[in-house]
């Protein structure tokens, strides 16, 4: 009988077409997205073309028209053994694929790689994808001290990049009157990030900065002192709730409390001034800041019911629009009450998401019980929201494709 013929095997894998691969990632979700990205250059590059961002950035497209919103939770020292629950949770826009990506995808790969950081540090800030985080009061007590235990570190919860730095050497120590300021590459500083740490005490018309700015070698560290003493900027302080907002440049801005005005420093001309608000006879807890998606700076101002969004143009504040959230608010908040008994007041926004989260409250109370609401100010679309004393962090998810890492 004659011997059987062995059939050569076709190692040459199956392929799709460059273009029905890209036509199948459009139709996806966020998740199969990035993945699809973190897999090789050429195909990352073709997700990257500007045709294809055009088409997965338009209405009703896999990729949301604006940032990602989440809140990104700290875990306790106790309980080292196991973390309850996520270290990232999605907030805005609340659609069933931006939850499958955060609760799928980001945050298991968190919770694998970074657990051990979030139980040593706290969040202090965060801008542009960035978090800074300081070492936590309660565990210098239990490392040792030739452990590696730098007090600050600026982290990226995506990519796991971390910098390391001490506490700024010459600043107050007092945490109420330091204002940490994140500005990122997008902010057109010239490097990847700057770290800006102001003592401000305009009581007696003073601000002292000290910056530290990342460099292509690796290195960071804090620069000299700088002191602004001008002599038109308006007495007042810094509202403690309040991130302050940075327009691009490097201009950053404060809203101050009580009075109608916006404390604003060009880190570029180490330049202090103050700028008028539109008037409004409401509490400091009843304006916030944040920008359009253009760029420009926004200013939101609750009265009664009514919430009036304003731009800072090159002309000066021009109105943006009017809510009126009476009638959806009636049908979120069980107890509400006629404007004339109850108010708004915005407990954090979101700097480039274009939302706002807010309570409605009984007019001389000095903590607001009510559900925690969420305002898209581009939609006007207003839902129920849970409440964490968590950081929010906001995510661009086209800078992340530029910088994908497998999440394994």
Same mark, same amino acid.
């Given at each position: ?150 007090? +600050?570190?600026? *982290? ?11 506490? #700024? !050497?010459?600043?107050? /120590? %007092? ?86 005005? +916006?404390?604003? *420093? ?11 608000? #539109? !008037?409004?006879?409401? /509490? %400091? ?103 964490? !004393? ?19």
């Amino acid at each position: 009988m004659a011997p059987r013929k062995h059939q050569r095997k076709n190692n040459n894998a199956w392929r799709l077409p460059a273009d029905l691969l890209l036509e199948i990632i459009a139709c996806s979700d966020p998740g199969t997205l990035v993945r699809c990205a973190a897999t090789c250059k050429p195909l990352r590059r073709d997700i990257l073309h500007p045709s294809f961002i055009r088409r997965i950035s338009q209405p009703g497209g896999i990729v949301p028209p604006h940032h990602l919103l989440a809140y990104l939770h700290t875990c306790p020292m106790r309980n080292k053994s196991r973390h309850q629950g996520p270290l990232l949770s999605p907030v805005h826009p609340a659609t069933t694929a931006v939850s499958s990506f955060i609760d799928e995808d980001l945050a298991p790969y968190l919770l694998r790689r970074d657990i051990s950081l979030l139980r040593r540090y706290n969040p202090v800030t965060s801008r542009g994808g960035l978090v800074v985080l300081r070492r936590r009061r309660d565990i210098r007590k239990v490392e040792r001290p030739s452990e590696f235990n730098p007090d +600050i570190c600026v *982290y990226n919860p995506v990519t796991g990049d971390r910098t390391y730095l001490s506490d #700024p !050497p010459r600043l107050s /120590k %007092h945490c109420y009157l330091m204002k940490w300021v994140l500005l990122t590459a997008a902010d057109g500083i010239g490097c990847s990030f700057m770290l800006l740490v102001a003592d401000v005490r305009l009581y007696n018309k003073s601000i002292t900065l000290q910056i530290a700015e990342s460099s292509e070698a690796g290195g960071t560290s804090w620069g000299p002192l700088i002191i602004n003493r001008p002599n038109r900027v308006s007495s007042g302080w810094i509202q403690d709730d309040r991130e302050a907002v940075v327009l691009h440049g490097g201009i950053i801005n404060w809203l101050l409390s009580h009075v109608n005005k +916006i404390l604003t *420093y060009d880190i570029h001309a180490e330049r202090l001034r103050t700028t008028k608000t #539109p !008037p409004t006879q409401g /509490k %400091h807890t009843q304006r916030i800041l944040g920008t359009s998606s253009d760029g420009w700076l926004r200013l939101v101002i609750a009265e009664g019911f009514m919430i009036t969004t304003w731009l800072s143009l090159s002309s000066g504040w021009t109105r943006e629009s009017v809510i009126d959230t009476e009638h959806k608010l009636q049908s979120l908040h069980p107890y509400i009450s006629p404007p004339t008994c109850m108010e708004i007041e915005f407990e954090r926004s979101g700097e480039t998401s274009g939302v706002v989260l807010l309570r409605a409250c009984r007019h001389g109370q000095h903590r607001c019980l009510g559900p925690l609401i969420l305002l898209d100010l581009e939609t006007k679309e207003m839902r129920r929201q849970n409440s964490y !004393p968590s950081l929010l962090f906001e995510l661009d998810l086209l800078q992340l494709l530029q910088k994908m890492k497998p999440f394994l």
